[in-house]
């Protein structure tokens, strides 16, 4: 994905009046990229107004948080971006005194690409422009199957390396194991997560049988900043941030 390109999407409603109400008959829609073939109809107003703002939004944007190892970007049933965001929330359990067994990332969260090299917080930015913050739960090994059961109906969710999942091509739930072992429906499992899906959203109602929650609710526990973190903590140590595909879910 290029920095300098977006996507909007035009629809059109057509509408037919009938004594005072109206009727939908007919929905069109079309998509317009918006990438670099725009900038040679150079506007000097509409920059110089721009100008005005763009040095603040630079200094908060621009600084590096990391160096990625390569691209990256989001895909189902695995992908390298959610692999590596599920093993951030793992990663980042010991600074709430937690031990987790398996970490979860919703895909539908993940709202942009990784570049290689560096990484600055506008790049985090965008992969995590909301306001979810890290959270943990228990669920019974019962409630865990059903929660990848939910995974497979959508074609699959991020995980983190402790988790293996085979789900068919038509959302079906084959086998789940956690560290090797198959998931045991009578102990429990702790996760490390995000509190917008422990309110059971993004088809994961699974999440509203949890037990035991820790979701610290102050905005430096937002999951931007828990990535920045790592990415600044594998800077400090002079590692690039990497992710591989490692079957975590695959689907046969």
Known sequence: ?????????????????????????????????????????????????LDTYRHVIDSITSPVVGHMAKYMHVQRPESELSNLLADIMVWAAKDYGEHVDFGVYNMGGIRADLPAGAVTYGDVLDIAPFENKIAFATLSGADVLGLFSEMASVGGEGVSHAVRMVITKDGKLVSAAINGQVVD???????????????????????????????????????????????????????????????RVVEQ
């Open 1 to 49: 994905m290029t920095r300098n390109l977006c996507v909007l999407t035009v629809i059109a409603v057509v509408m037919v009046s009938c004594k005072s109400s109206y009727q939908v008959v007919n929905v069109e829609r079309s998509r317009i990229l918006v990438d670099a073939r725009y900038d040679s109809h150079y506007d000097m107003e509409a920059s110089r107004f």
């Open 185 to 247: 429906p009578q102990r429990d499992y702790r996760i490390a997560t995000i509190d917008y899906l422990l309110d059971g959203t993004d088809k994961m109602s699974a999440f509203h049988k949890a037990k035991d929650v820790n979701s610290p609710p102050s905005d430096e526990n937002n999951s931007r900043f828990v990535i920045m973190n790592y990415f600044r903590e594998m800077d400090r140590q002079g590692k690039l941030v990497d992710s591989q595909m490692e079957g």
